[in-house]
């Protein structure tokens, strides 16, 4: 079972930036998909970003366009999600997933890290 572990979580003020990183402890298929969920207290699990490891395609959620960037560097094993223009509403538990397309559904993710915690203070 490949194991996800994200880093580059923190506490920022409203405004700022931050970039998230995923790294695989194995080379995975490269027609992959990587994806970026969040979960903040009390709320579902949502979609924030995915790429193909091939890098060809990403897609995001209408709430985050123009603001995160997902990027993949295939040999590194590392997905990177930066996140700029950070609001308080971003704060959540911030996930990276592992699987064969990029859906939004998180259902559809074969492997997934422990969270990785980002905080937007006022």
């Known amino acids: 079972q490949v194991r996800l572990v994200e880093s580059g979580g923190g506490m920022v003020q409203a405004g700022g930036s931050l970039r998230l990183s995923c790294v695989t402890s194995?080379?995975?298929?490269?027609?992959?998909?990587m994806a970026w969920f969040r979960q903040a207290p009390g709320k579902e699990r949502e979609f924030v970003a995915a790429?193909?490891?091939?890098?060809?395609?990403?897609y995001y959620a209408d709430f985050v366009k123009g603001r995160f960037v997902i990027s993949g560097d295939y040999a590194k094993n590392t997905v990177y999600l930066q996140m700029a223009s950070l609001k308080p509403e971003d704060t959540a538990v911030y996930y990276c997933?592992?699987?064969?397309?990029?859906?939004?559904?998180?259902?559809?993710?074969?492997?997934w890290g422990q969270g990785t915690q980002v905080t937007v203070s006022t």
């Open positions: 790429i193909r490891w091939s890098g060809i395609s990403a």
């Open positions: 194995e080379r995975t298929f490269s027609g992959y998909a």
């Open positions: 997933a592992l699987g064969g397309g990029t859906s939004d559904r998180a259902w559809e993710y074969d492997a």
